[in-house]
């Protein structure tokens, strides 16, 4: 039998309490400027603590023959992943949507340090789980595994997008977005706030709140089901442009077509992350589909 080489890396994001301290440079400063807005450091310190002590609980379990590496999620566009890496998110659900769409087949273990903050829908498992978990993958025992399906946005130039929840056609600041949408043999001009199309895990997010507010009649797909969905965001009637391919479904076969008609500020860009786009200016043609590759999350 061959020995896999395995790396835990643990990704990881600043916690409030670092965050404050990058800002303000000092303790004491950053003291100040909370307390002059009647709030508390030592709230953000006790979280700070938690998550550390959970960090050194995940370093601790992770078998000695192994190799490891940590990495902040500002580091994740920088960092080569290996085939044999374990990847474990400590902190909230979003860290492991960040992870995913650089990830191509590696386990991802979630540990959510604070659960009375974070719903734990990606980070399932406490810290304290880890070293059971990392023993039985190291021994090839089965862990019970989640395959999710991750939605790809590919352009004309050949670039391309990926996010685990969602992926956003449209202007920047989210005004009004022209294009040409096609499903099938199904083509309209449209104006709107934009696109959203989602995956089962975004389900629950932003796609949710459009699907509740437009009372749409499509069905959500399920967190480990291979389709997508898609939602046009106020689309506006004019004699020139439709309304009438609003939302829709997505399979493997099935993709959405969107041309550009954007003089300048269209975007594609994932999971709420507005920094992190492609330009999506006139002409530009966007394929959106079923990424080939999935999210293995464990728990």
Not at 8 to 26: F, G, K, N
Not at 60 to 74: Q, V
Not at 91 to 113: E, I, T
Not at 236 to 255: D, I, Q, V, Y
């Amino acid at each position: 039998m061959t020995t896999r080489n395995y790396r835990a890396v643990v990704v990881r994001r600043p916690t409030d309490y670092e965050s404050l301290i990058a800002t303000h440079a000092t303790r004491g400063q950053a003291e100040f400027f909370l307390r002059s807005r009647s709030q508390s450091i030592e709230e953000v310190e006790r979280e700070h603590a938690v998550v550390q002590s959970a960090i050194a609980t995940v370093l601790a379990a992770i078998p000695s023959r192994w190799r490891r590496a940590g990495i902040d999620r500002s580091e994740l566009s920088r960092f080569l992943f290996e085939p044999d890496d374990v990847v474990i998110a400590v902190g909230q659900d979003g860290l492991v949507a960040n992870v995913a769409k650089y990830l191509s087949g590696q386990l991802v273990l979630g540990v959510n340090p604070l659960p009375q903050r974070f719903d734990g829908i990606l980070v399932r498992h406490p810290a304290a789980a880890m070293g059971d978990l990392l023993a039985d993958i190291e021994a090839n025992r089965p862990v019970r595994e989640h395959s999710r399906a991750m939605v790809r946005a590919r352009l004309d130039d050949g670039q391309s997008l990926t996010a685990l929840n969602e992926i956003f056609i449209g202007h920047r600041s989210h005004q009004s977005a022209r294009y040409r949408i096609a499903l099938g043999d199904r083509v309209e001009r449209q104006s709107s706030s934009g696109i959203i199309c989602c995956t089962g895990t975004g389900a629950t997010g932003w796609a949710s709140s459009i699907h509740r507010a437009t009372g749409s009649a499509i069905a959500l797909p399920g967190p480990t089901e291979a389709k997508l969905c898609f939602f046009v965001r106020e689309a506006w009637p004019s004699k020139f442009t439709a309304t009438g391919l609003n939302c829709g479904t997505l399979t493997e076969e099935k993709r959405l077509v969107v041309t550009s008609e954007l003089n300048q500020g269209g975007v594609v860009f994932g999971d709420g992350i507005e920094d992190d786009y492609l330009s999506f200016d006139w002409g530009r043609i966007a394929d959106v589909g079923i990424d080939e590759r999935r999210l293995h999350l464990v728990g």
